[in-house]
């Protein structure tokens, strides 16, 4: 059994910590510094949690859109991806990758800026 907390448990804390009684206590450069660093601590419990499944799926849809082989990593998919683009063996008539290239950009926009505009929009336009 594994009774220690998580990485996201302890990042959260952190944060917490940094929120609620370091920020309020902080002025000028340092307050500027503990949003940052606060900033920073969403965004890698934003990875935390959302990162392996959207890796997962985007290995999923380039498996299927490259025909390639299950066992094949993700970094490797993409280069192939980015090769057969340059190429021009693949475009955005080819069938899949405009939304494979959707889909990727809006996972990574939500862990890297939930609050950006364009999200918003591409979230509505999905449906």
């Known amino acids: 059994?594994?009774?220690a907390p998580s990485t996201a448990e302890l990042v959260e804390a952190v944060k917490r910590f940094?929120?609620?009684t370091a920020s309020p206590q902080l002025t000028g450069h340092a307050a500027f510094h503990a949003r940052v660093a606060s900033n920073v601590l969403a965004t890698i419990l934003r990875e935390l949690e959302q990162r392996p499944g959207a890796e997962a799926d985007e290995k999923d849809r380039l498996i299927a859109l490259l025909g390639a082989d299950v066992d094949t990593p993700l970094d490797a998919l993409n280069r192939e991806l980015c090769k057969r683009i340059r190429s021009g063996n693949m475009d955005l008539s080819t069938d899949g990758l405009l939304d494979h290239l959707k889909t990727t950009t809006i996972a990574q926009l939500s862990v890297d800026q939930p609050r950006y505009s364009g999200l918003a929009l591409a979230l509505?336009?999905?449906g």
């Open 1 to 3: 059994m594994h009774d």
């Open 18 to 20: 940094i929120d609620d």
């Open 124 to 126: 509505q336009s999905r």
